[in-house]
């Protein structure tokens, strides 16, 4: 399953349309009017406008953000892909107000509810991008341009047919790499065991990382807010698990 969207016409080129399976199916449920508002109302100051490819969360072939123009500034850069209602990041970016933070999230309701969030902590150091994460990191945002990347309770996809829609992958750290500067921080989350042992696998193998903790795990990263998530994850008896690794 992709992008739930109209049927191409009968002229679209199949060759032009994704040739990856996405690690999200994005259901088409309706905001809130206080969501409705605020994409309205706070979109022209959070969002960063995606021109798109063929599909609704695609971006376009050539199409690229410079974040030094969007912020007006040079600032250590802190991005996160699948922000979710924006817990995490809009708490560190209401923390850390010397830095700039990026949120990747094809969900707008959560989009949304993220700027209301950013807007009532008056967090302006904080924009948002609606896109497939995998496209952003690839040709939306400079090379080298990150400081950290955090990806924080991805969808596991747990069903074993599932798991090749999982977003950790070998070519997911050649994205990240590619986005991190020298030195730069990937910084990982999960309460799934299995997906978190073969997130640890990619980036043991990838040639662009080493580990940036000692023994089986990193500690819980004192900079990701406890969310209810979370809680819940570790009230089933999950184990939380955290990852990082450096760029090299």
Do not use: C
């Amino acid at each position: 399953m992709t992008d739930q969207q109209p049927l191409p016409p009968k002229s679209f080129d199949p060759g032009t349309f994704r040739d990856r399976p996405v690690s999200f199916v994005r259901r088409s449920g309706r905001m809130t009017p206080a969501q409705q508002r605020a994409w309205e109302e706070l979109g022209p100051v959070y969002r960063i406008e995606v021109p798109r490819g063929p599909a609704a969360t695609s971006v376009a072939e050539g199409a690229s953000a410079d974040p030094e123009l969007v912020f007006g500034r040079r600032a250590p850069l802190v991005i996160e892909v699948g922000s979710g209602q924006g817990h995490a990041i809009v708490h560190a970016a209401a923390s850390h107000p010397e830095r700039d933070f990026i949120a990747v999230e094809v969900f707008r309701a959560g989009l949304a509810r993220t700027m209301i969030t950013a807007d009532a902590a008056g967090a302006r150091n904080l924009r948002l991008i609606e896109a497939n994460a995998p496209e952003v990191l690839e040709r939306f945002l400079p090379e080298g341009g990150a400081d950290e990347l955090w990806v924080f309770f991805p969808d596991p996809w747990a069903k074993t047919r599932h798991q090749k829609r999982r977003l950790v992958n070998e070519e997911f750290a050649r994205l990240a790499a590619r986005v991190l500067k020298p030195g730069g921080v990937l910084r990982l989350a999960t309460d799934w065991e299995g997906y978190a042992e073969r997130m640890r696998e990619v980036l043991d193998a990838s040639p662009d990382f080493e580990r940036a903790f000692d023994g089986d795990w990193a500690e819980r990263f004192e900079g990701r807010v406890l969310t209810a998530f979370e809680r819940k994850g570790a009230a089933k008896g999950r184990a939380i698990r955290d990852l990082g690794y450096r760029r090299l």
